[in-house]
């Protein structure tokens, strides 16, 4: 876990706690059906973690999902977390899944808002 404070224009960064990743038992999103940040993380006790944006919180369940894909293998689960936007088989997949999925609603806004200006005869 790391710490962030800013002095000034300098930004500060401190490591306060490691863990390790086989030891890590579950990630719960608190609440998928909102756009917020918070989420635990369960290892042989709970934490109360904060991401930056709910964005950087479901980037960081993708690549800890990944992680332990690529080396464990375990049952890890990842809970409160809408799973369209955490697996690779899904609509939204690409690299950058984020970018992508700001595009996707972009489009739909811009396709809604022609069609709103469009006469009906």
């Not at 890590?24 to 940040?37: Q, R, S, V």
């Not at 609509?91 to 700001?102: E, P």
């Amino acid at each position: 876990m790391v710490k962030h404070w800013r002095l000034d224009l300098e930004e500060k960064y401190e490591i306060v706690e490691r863990w390790f990743l086989k030891d890590l038992k579950m990630i719960d999103g608190k609440e998928a059906d909102t756009d917020n940040p918070y989420f635990d993380m369960h290892f042989h006790k709970v934490y109360n973690l904060e991401a930056y944006s709910c964005a950087s919180k479901y980037t960081f369940a993708r690549t800890l999902n990944k992680l332990n894909e690529m080396y464990l293998r375990k049952d890890l689960k990842i809970v409160n977390f809408d799973d369209t936007y955490l697996n690779d088989d899904s609509i939204w997949s690409s690299n950058n899944r984020d970018c992508l999925v700001l595009m996707r609603i972009c489009f739909y806004a811009s396709n809604l808002l022609c069609l709103s200006l469009c006469p009906l005869s």
